[in-house]
């Protein structure tokens, strides 16, 4: 099965740390993806820009409205995910354990509908 | 259904349903299957007489079933894409496979129903349905919600263990540990459910107790050797044997000091704390082996007055230290009054409630208002009853502070 795992971090404390704290948690990611690609689990991820960043898109009544920010203010963000091949749930939330985010923040573990044409193939 | 078959049903219901969720990976599947399968039964033996092995021709029907069923779904699956995804779920199976025995399946069906993604009350529900076999009524009734409620809670449940893939499998050695104390806490919310009623007329549901005493017994029959298993069992067995003397014939609460200790039940007494003392050589001390050490404790004093508070209070300091939680510390504080006098408890008791956790806890009101009685505080006593009666829904523990409200007015 298909998991996305989207991780949710406090933003201010991450920007807080200073340049070594930070390379040291990058260092973790890497490793982590690493051995996910090793395993054959890894199917994609990336971290995502600041919630600064972010830009919402709504239709209406056939109109399109941009605003700024993301969708809702919530107490962790965004800040990357992600997508992995696992066999069960227990095998994902295992990987989402190891997400260095996991020890602050929190890793919310989605399954991906699949498509009756990937589930026969 | 028949006397002979309800036996059956009760024993080898969980058995089987787990064995048949493996073979189809279907909870659905295989709690059909077996449901046609005693519904052949019904008919069959009645006229047939009942098979030497009940269980293993329920077992061989149902199977049949089962793979008719995927049959038949996989020969629609030609004209009805949907079904593609849910038949290609299934797990292949052997035909030889069937007769062995599988002690293995109902250990699978536990950690599934009771895995964390799953709530509580979910948790709950699914554990009586598939390995208990309590029918949707049943458990709507012993949980006093509406059955639409409760079946709509099992429908949700089963979808979130297909759709998010919770796997049907014993839990790796890393997490088994967690995952193991959510199945005791599942079991012992359905034992204390049935023990203590929340609300409603009736402070015992004896059924639900039983249930949960069965499904105690098949943990500690299925992970031997696990002491805090044995301790649940024991923790229930000594609190169930109370029940008879726990209740008047009037519906009233009877405290353990006012209980007529002869209307205990022996041989749930003797079997308990046997379980207590193997699981206690096993020193690997937790929290149901305590309280089931202070069960046996109560159980052993042929009258409350011969009560060896003194240990008592030990096993409680000891419990303090594995679980320290205001709940605790108030019965810490309870064993300290009877061991040391009233005083020192109601100092350790108002310890114990300074954090305001224990504020809307009947428990906390109606003993610190035991404890002011018994220190000649009327006025006290009589407000700390007055809040305890507020905040409980019961009838029987309503009835039982009524009581002692009048009492303390005629003390007046």
Same mark, same amino acid.
């Given at each position: 099965?298909?998991?996305?795992?989207?991780?949710?971090?406090?933003?201010?404390?991450?920007?807080?740390?200073?340049?070594? #704290?930070?390379?040291?948690?990058?260092?973790?990611?890497?490793?982590?993806?690493?051995?996910?690609?090793?395993?054959?689990?890894?199917?994609?991820?990336?971290?995502?820009?600041?919630?600064?960043?972010?830009?919402?898109?709504?239709?209406?009544?056939?109109? #399109?409205?941009?605003?700024?920010?993301?969708?809702?203010?919530?107490?962790?963000?965004?800040?990357?995910?992600?997508?992995?091949?696992?066999?069960?749930?227990?095998?994902?939330?295992?990987?989402?354990?190891?997400?260095?985010?996991?020890?602050?923040?929190?890793?919310?573990?989605?399954?991906?509908?699949?498509?009756?044409? #990937?589930?026969?193939? | 259904? @028949?006397?002979?078959?309800?036996?059956?049903?009760?024993?080898?219901?969980?058995?089987?349903?787990?064995?048949?969720? /493996?073979?189809?990976?279907?909870?659905?599947?295989? $709690?059909?299957?077996?449901?046609?399968?005693?519904?052949?039964?019904?008919?069959?033996?009645?006229?047939?007489?009942?098979?030497?092995?009940?269980?293993?021709?329920?077992?061989?029907?149902?199977? /049949?079933?089962?793979?008719?069923?995927?049959?038949?779904?996989?020969?629609?699956?030609?004209?009805?894409?949907?079904?593609?995804?849910?038949?290609?779920?299934?797990?292949? *199976?052997?035909?030889?496979?069937?007769?062995?025995?599988?002690?293995?399946?109902?250990?699978?069906?536990?950690?599934?129903?009771?895995?964390?993604?799953?709530?509580?009350?979910?948790?709950?529900?699914?554990?009586?349905?598939?390995?208990?076999?309590?029918?949707?009524?049943?458990?709507?009734?012993?949980?006093?919600?509406?059955?639409?409620?409760?079946?709509?809670?099992?429908?949700?449940?089963?979808?979130?263990?297909?759709? &998010?893939?919770?796997?049907?499998?014993?839990?790796?050695?890393?997490?088994?540990?967690?995952?193991?104390?959510?199945?005791?806490?599942?079991?012992?919310?359905?034992?204390?459910?049935?023990?203590?009623?929340?609300?409603?007329? @009736?402070?015992?549901?004896?059924?639900?107790?039983?249930?949960?005493?069965?499904?105690?017994?098949?943990?500690?029959?299925?992970?031997?050797?696990?002491?805090?298993?044995? %301790?649940?069992? &024991?923790?229930?067995?000594?609190?169930? @044997?109370?029940?008879?003397?726990?209740?008047?014939?009037? %519906?009233?609460?009877?405290?353990?000091?006012?209980?007529? /200790?002869? /209307?205990?039940? +022996?041989?749930?007494?003797?079997?308990?704390?046997?379980?207590?003392?193997?699981?206690?050589?096993?020193?690997?001390?937790?929290? *149901?082996?305590?309280?089931?050490?202070?069960?046996?404790?109560?159980?052993?004093?042929?009258?409350?007055?011969?009560?060896?508070?003194?240990?008592?209070?030990?096993? !409680?300091?000891?419990?303090?230290?594995?679980?320290? @939680?205001?709940?605790?510390?108030?019965?810490?504080? +309870?064993?300290? &009054?009877?061991?040391?006098?009233?005083?020192? %408890?109601?100092?350790?008791?108002?310890?114990?409630?300074?954090? %305001?956790?224990?504020?809307? !806890?009947?428990?906390?009101?109606?003993?610190?208002?035991?404890?002011?009685?018994?220190?000649?505080?009327?006025?006290?006593?009589?407000?700390? !009853?007055?809040?305890?009666?507020?905040?409980?829904?019961?009838?029987? $523990?309503?009835? *039982?502070?009524?009581?002692?409200?009048?009492?303390?007015?005629?003390?007046?």
């Amino acid at each position: 099965m298909k998991y996305m795992l989207l991780i949710y971090h406090d933003e201010p404390s991450w920007a807080a740390l200073s340049e070594a #704290e930070r390379q040291q948690v990058y260092l973790e990611f890497r490793k982590l993806r690493a051995d996910l690609v090793a395993s054959d689990q890894f199917v994609t991820g990336s971290q995502l820009q600041p919630i600064s960043t972010a830009t919402t898109v709504r239709v209406r009544d056939g109109k #399109e409205l941009v605003t700024d920010g993301p969708f809702a203010e919530t107490h962790e963000q965004l800040g990357g995910y992600f997508l992995i091949e696992a066999k069960n749930l227990d095998e994902a939330t295992a990987i989402a354990a190891r997400i260095p985010s996991a020890r602050t923040g929190s890793i919310e573990v989605r399954p991906l509908v699949e498509t009756v044409a #990937e589930a026969t193939a | 259904m @028949s006397q002979a078959l309800e036996k059956v049903f009760r024993e080898e219901y969980g058995r089987i349903v787990a064995t048949l969720i /493996r073979i189809s990976g279907s909870f659905d599947l295989a $709690e059909e299957a077996l449901q046609e399968a005693f519904t052949s039964a019904a008919s069959k033996w009645e006229h047939d007489g009942t098979p030497n092995n009940p269980g293993a021709w329920l077992t061989t029907v149902a199977h /049949r079933k089962v793979i008719d069923a995927i049959r038949r779904d996989k020969t629609r699956t030609d004209k009805q894409t949907e079904i593609a995804f849910e038949s290609s779920r299934l797990q292949p *199976y052997a035909e030889t496979e069937l007769l062995e025995e599988y002690p293995d399946d109902r250990l699978r069906l536990i950690f599934t129903c009771c895995h964390p993604s799953l709530v509580r009350e979910a948790q709950v529900a699914l554990t009586l349905r598939t390995l208990g076999g309590l029918t949707t009524t049943e458990i709507a009734h012993a949980f006093l919600v509406p059955e639409a409620t409760l079946a709509q809670r099992l429908v949700r449940a089963k979808q979130k263990i297909r759709l &998010a893939g919770i796997p049907y499998q014993v839990p790796s050695l890393e997490v088994i540990g967690e995952r193991l104390a959510a199945v005791r806490a599942v079991i012992y919310l359905i034992f204390n459910e049935g023990y203590a009623a929340s609300a409603g007329q @009736s402070l015992i549901r004896s059924d639900l107790c039983a249930e949960a005493i069965r499904l105690g017994r098949v943990l500690c029959e299925l992970l031997p050797n696990e002491s805090e298993n044995m %301790g649940l069992l &024991a923790l229930m067995l000594l609190q169930d @044997s109370r029940r008879e003397a726990r209740v008047k014939d009037q %519906g009233e609460l009877v405290t353990l000091a006012e209980q007529d /200790r002869s /209307r205990w039940d +022996a041989a749930e007494i003797a079997e308990g704390v046997r379980l207590v003392q193997e699981a206690l050589s096993l020193r690997r001390v937790g929290s *149901y082996q305590l309280q089931a050490a202070i069960a046996a404790v109560h159980a052993e004093a042929k009258h409350a007055d011969e009560t060896d508070w003194g240990q008592i209070v030990a096993l !409680y300091g000891e419990l303090m230290r594995v679980t320290s @939680s205001p709940v605790v510390a108030l019965n810490y504080a +309870a064993a300290v &009054a009877m061991s040391e006098g009233a005083a020192h %408890g109601l100092d350790l008791l108002e310890a114990a409630g300074a954090g %305001g956790a224990l504020e809307n !806890y009947y428990l906390f009101h109606a003993s610190r208002a035991d404890l002011l009685r018994r220190l000649g505080r009327v006025k006290e006593a009589a407000t700390s !009853y007055t809040t305890a009666l507020s905040l409980t829904t019961n009838h029987v $523990e309503q009835k *039982y502070i009524q009581r002692r409200l009048n009492e303390l007015e005629n003390k007046e």
